[in-house]
């Protein structure tokens, strides 16, 4: 059973996979993915994955070739569905079972298809089955956060090639996601507005920071942006959850997403990312005041030491260059 | 002048470097050294750095060889030195002038050397640099806080190979090292005892965590480490301030601090790392209840989706199984 356990001094929890036990040898600096002939997330090899949990397809079959998607439970979870969270101490120090759910998205059964190369209509089946799992993993009353993010490419943490995405449920609202919820709370009442309404309006109106626009999305380069190219995909509309979102909207993320990605595909020559949908914490009521989103970093700068001492970033491109790039791409 | 701008939904501050203007193509996906056949930091080049603020000589020289150890203005400085924070509003952001002091501390004149192959006196000269310093930039009253830290191998972010580290003044407490004062500060509030003590206190007594031990320092590798064999060297003395330790606890530092990069080098084959100087902020009363160490991070994994998602960790090494390695390292 993997633990979970807190940092005294930051209460910033962390997966420790007790169950793994990695020898020193294990970590020798890979920067390459492992170089496998067989992908067991093609077609042919359903049995070379957990029984799946979720699968797009139009005969009615089960583990079996013929699906659009599948969602699978990963192989080699950081967390685990069963058990309880057995919340104990340890002298100055907390920690509990590794209780969660940690699943995978394949996105598309052609391996060498992306997100930026899928047809529309596939990356929004792609959207459509994070809402169904959210849906159907809320139900358990031990979580109370789920996180979505995608890893392109080995150097933004990709493991396997083949297009896919992760889900990852919680048994405690992680200390980032807390933050921002925290901070949209205090503009709140303080302003009487919701931050991410008023940085929609602004990058609408300034411009200089936008990237691409349709009826129900922004892509702008943020004003403080962490990372090169950093770009977030903001609703017009006000809501705190991407599950709640309608069909129109789904298409319109569809749209905008798989276009921002051939931006970025374009202009950094197809370079590894991360996403991560930013949701707001399962059941909470100060959750109301905040809007979702979708955050993009292509991973194209090491994290040094001054950005793990302080938790502040340098960022070499200016988001106003950054985002003239990526409109002005040829796409 | 670089641009301090600041996150406002998190308030996180992000140094953005307006002048340097890189483009798409500048961000290849690079993870070797710069392959110079010149070394900047060597002997003789003393005119292609900025002149120095400080060096160990024997001879009353400048800017010459015969140093031991060397400080020069970074090149490159992600903040400038000179200039009037001029804080602004733009909307809804907020941001200033990216005022701020950027060094390098150029260890050794021995292009190969590192901290785990110098003699323990040379690494005593770098502590020494590193509070001469501290103590010269603390009477700017411009700055708030002090970060030193070093970047070692392409992987962990550094850009020349010559063994070096760097120190940022800045004139913002970063978000994290907030973070840390305050998680002390309450447990003391609580408490009535500083968690480092108690941490100290704790790990001296269970031992499974210990990876080395001298008369002023521990260092063990964290109950609830980030990253795989994650080290901290603790005082076992109570202070807030680097700066203020006594000449002894310089040499013993000096001494585990060799040691334990030597354990690294051989358990994990001299591997790429981040260490950070976990400092009080400058001239704040509330840091009293802070107690100084020195966290070591070895560049194992990559950091990936879920990491910046959420602020926590996934780590597959057992904090209890990286020790006994490096305890059990032939040093």
Known sequence: MPELRK?????????????????????????EHRK?????????????????????????????????????????????????????????????????????IIETPEHKETL???????????????????????????????LIFKNHGAQAGATLEHSHS??????????????????????????????????????????????AENESFIAIAPFAARFPFETWVLPKGHDPFF????????????RILKGTLMRIDVVLTAPPYNFIIHNSPL???EGRHYHWHLEIMPKLTQVAGFEWGSGFYINPAPPEEAAQYLREAAV
């Open 243 to 254: 599950e709640d979102a309608h069909k129109q909207e789904y298409m319109d993320l569809a």
């Open 166 to 211: 992760q889900l990852i449920a919680t048994p405690i609202v992680p200390k980032r996601v807390q933050e921002e919820v925290n901070g949209a709370q205090e503009y709140y009442q303080y302003k009487e507005r919701c931050v991410f309404c008023d940085i929609v309006r602004q990058e609408l109106h300034q411009r200089i920071r936008l990237i």
């Open 283 to 285: 059941r909470e009521i």
């Open 116 to 146: 930026a190369t899928l047809p529309v209509e596939a990356v929004e089946d792609v959207l459509w089955s994070y809402r169904d799992r959210i849906l159907d993993l809320k139900k358990d009353q031990r979580f109370r956060y789920i």
């Open 36 to 104: 496998v002939e067989f992908c067991p997330f093609c077609p042919g090899n359903e049995d070379k994955t957990p029984p799946e949990v979720l699968a797009y397809r139009s005969d009615g079959r089960l583990n079996a070739p013929g699906w659009r998607l599948r969602v699978v439970p990963n192989k080699f979870p950081a967390l685990r569905i069963e058990g309880d969270l057995n919340r104990q101490g340890e002298g100055v120090y907390d920690k509990m079972n590794g209780i969660g759910a940690h699943e995978v």
């Open 7 to 31: 940092d005294p001094i930051t209460s910033r929890w962390v997966i420790i996979a007790t169950e793994r036990g990695k020898r020193p040898s294990d970590f020798s600096a890979r920067s």
